[in-house]
């Protein structure tokens, strides 16, 4: 397993990137006891917190920290996988984003959403600025805006002898590409997409960005990503790229689910329920001129 850091390209900006914040990250090997597996499963991918600051433990922070958790773990879902929000004032304020994969269900996306906000709280307790990867969200709070801010940390996890066949190779790339271009065009940013060999199978490509960020840069996050883990996933018949703005998945299984409910109706009543209130109106209706 590789785990690649992408710095931004330009120098200035990792300067003071490095400079504001320690960066701390979790080993990704750890989390891949057997490789990648054919079972799309959640999987912590890593987390970066910002030096210690005992200022964290102050009630104030720590109670408005409390209240953004809880509160995007709570909205998540009804905001289709993607809640921003802020709590409280001045020295206390603390900024918030989560993100859920588009195709997981509603209810994957609250219990990872919790989760990673237990990884928060046990793993970073006196960091400011944390960020926290699974496979299936993406949690971040700062006490510094970060909305619609492009952060070009990325990082690339692969595996590193497991190269795709040669005809294959020529035209990952190019169909991932493709897969990059159209999602700032799809609803959510979020695309999913096949890549038919014929020689060797199938290969899956999906590609999302946070909704804080615009189509533009969406597109040139992705870009990025791909043109900077180039060499490391070029030749991979695997991969994932996690970012702060935008992600991306390769593989030669269909990893995704195509029936997730958090993207069209998560918070629709179901049909069923549809159906009760249907009849208990017929119901009411009939009574009200019956009687
Ligand atoms: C990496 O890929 C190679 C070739 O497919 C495989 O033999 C090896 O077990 C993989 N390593 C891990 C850690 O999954
Ligand atoms: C955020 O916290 C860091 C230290 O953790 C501090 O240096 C910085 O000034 C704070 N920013 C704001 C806007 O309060
Ligand atoms: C949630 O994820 C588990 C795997 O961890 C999966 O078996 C289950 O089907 C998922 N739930 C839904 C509702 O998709
Ligand atoms: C959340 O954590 C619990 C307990 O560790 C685990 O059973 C569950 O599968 C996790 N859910 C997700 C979606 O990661
Ligand atoms: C696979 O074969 C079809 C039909 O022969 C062709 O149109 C398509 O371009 C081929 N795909 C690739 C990736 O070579
Ligand atoms: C998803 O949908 C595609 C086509 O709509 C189908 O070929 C594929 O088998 C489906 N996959 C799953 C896991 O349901």
Redesign the pocket.
């Known amino acids: 397993m590789t785990f690649v850091f992408c710095y931004p390209r330009d120098y200035k900006e990792m300067h003071t990137l490095n400079f504001a914040v320690l960066y701390v990250i979790s080993i990704f090997l750890l989390f891949f006891p057997n490789g990648f597996c054919h079972?799309?499963?959640?999987m912590q991918a890593g987390f970066q917190c910002s030096a210690s600051d005992y200022s964290v433990n102050q009630d104030t922070f720590q109670t408005n920290l409390r209240i953004l958790l809880d509160s995007l773990a709570s909205n998540v879902v009804e905001h289709h996988g993607f809640y921003q929000t802020i709590v409280g004032k001045k020295v206390n304020k603390v900024y918030g984003t989560v993100l859920c994969r588009g195709d997981?269900?509603?209810?994957?996306c609250s219990?990872c959403t919790l989760n990673s906000t237990k990884v928060a709280s046990n793993d970073c307790p006196e960091s400011k600025d944390v960020s926290i990867w699974f496979r299936w969200c993406f949690l971040r709070y700062s006490n510094e805006s970060f909305f619609g801010h492009m952060q070009p940390t990325a990082v690339a996890i692969t595996n590193d002898t497991d190269f795709d066949d040669p005809s294959v190779v020529s035209e990952g790339l190019p169909f991932m590409s493709g897969v990059a271009a159209e999602a700032p065009e799809k609803s959510f940013m979020f695309n999913t997409k096949v890549l038919d060999t014929n020689q060797s199978g199938k290969r899956y490509g999906m590609a999302q960005c946070t909704r804080d960020i615009s189509r533009v840069d969406c597109r040139s996050c992705l870009d990025d990503q791909l043109i900077n883990f180039r060499t490391v996933i070029g030749n991979k018949r695997r991969w994932e790229i996690y970012g702060s703005n935008c992600f991306m998945w390769y593989n030669d299984y269909q990893f995704y689910?195509n029936?997730?409910n958090l993207l069209s109706d998560a918070w629709r009543p179901s049909s069923c329920t549809r159906l009760m209130i249907g009849m208990i109106i017929a119901v009411s209706a009939a009574l009200l001129i019956f009687f």
């Open positions: 079972a799309d499963t959640n997981i269900s509603a209810n994957n219990d689910s029936v997730s």
